[in-house]
């Protein structure tokens, strides 16, 4: 299914649990975990559950979540692995990566 087929799911940002989380006909079906800090947030755990699988829920709490990082003014750090291949297949949202800006100086 393509992320296009994912209009179903609604995508909802539990701070309070650290996570989005999408939910079909008012059933949770699948979560982003993520770590955030003033400048960046980090997304390290991705789950959809078992009867959601293969219907876009992932890539819909991915694109939703991006896009309201990219609002916020957010770097993003793609820890979780689904996140990452994500962003790597939609060139549109690699400048939300976070790069280290520091240098060590020899």
């Not at 939910?23 to 800090?37: N, Q």
């Not at 003033?38 to 709490?61: C, D, M, P, R, S």
Request: net charge negative; glycine share 8%; proline share 3%.
């Amino acid at each position: 299914m393509s992320d296009s087929q994912a209009h179903t799911a609604q995508i909802i940002d539990n701070a309070e649990a650290n996570r989005y989380e999408a939910f079909v006909d008012g059933e949770l079906a699948g979560f982003a975990e993520y770590i955030r800090t003033k400048n960046l947030i980090a997304f390290v755990h991705t789950e959809v559950n078992v009867g959601y699988e293969g219907q876009g829920i992932g890539a819909a709490l991915v694109r939703s979540s991006l896009d309201t990082a990219r609002t916020a003014g957010l770097a993003v750090l793609p820890v979780c692995p689904f996140y990452a291949g994500w962003i790597a297949r939609h060139p549109e949202y690699r400048e939300l990566v976070y790069t280290s800006r520091s240098k060590v100086n020899d």
